[in-house]
Nanobody, 120 residues
Framework: QVQLVESGGGLVQAGGSLILSCKASGRTFSSYAMGWFRQAPGKEREFVAAAWSGGNTYYGDSVKGRFTVSGDNAKSTVYLQMNSLKPEDTAVYYC??????????????WGQGTQVTVSS
């Protein structure tokens, strides 16, 4: 079992920045693929970013060049640095983990989500 707890959401003006954190517990953090997803009201959950062993990262097209995902194995924490935020980035952001991949399949473990609201 893996438990994921997100933090860092909030209200920010368009063009601003936020950093989300996701602390993992329960299993060896470095052996899992980690990712971020988001879900806006009335929309499906959308892939945002992923990070996995070897320093590999992957981003959704809508956030490429603005968001950066990184991890700290010593703290069992993955981060999502969000810059140049837009109102359309408003959503509940979820941390996810999987033993294999968070890109090619639906992740096995999910956090409870944290709200990000970007005002225009």
């Amino acid at each position: 079992q893996v438990q994921l707890v997100e933090s860092g959401g909030g209200l920010v003006q368009a063009g601003g920045s936020l950093i989300l954190s996701c602390k993992a517990s329960g299993r060896t953090f470095s052996s899992y693929a980690m990712g971020w997803f988001r879900q806006a009201p009335g929309k499906e959950r959308e892939f945002v970013a992923a990070a996995w062993s070897g320093g590999n990262t992957y981003y959704g097209d809508s956030v490429k060049g603005r968001f950066t995902v990184s991890g700290d194995n010593a703290k069992s924490t993955v981060y999502l640095q969000m810059n140049s935020l837009k109102p359309e980035d408003t959503a509940v952001y979820y941390c996810a983990a999987d033993r294999a991949s968070v890109v090619s399949r639906w992740p096995e473990y999910w956090g409870q989500g944290t709200q990000v609201t970007v005002s225009s």
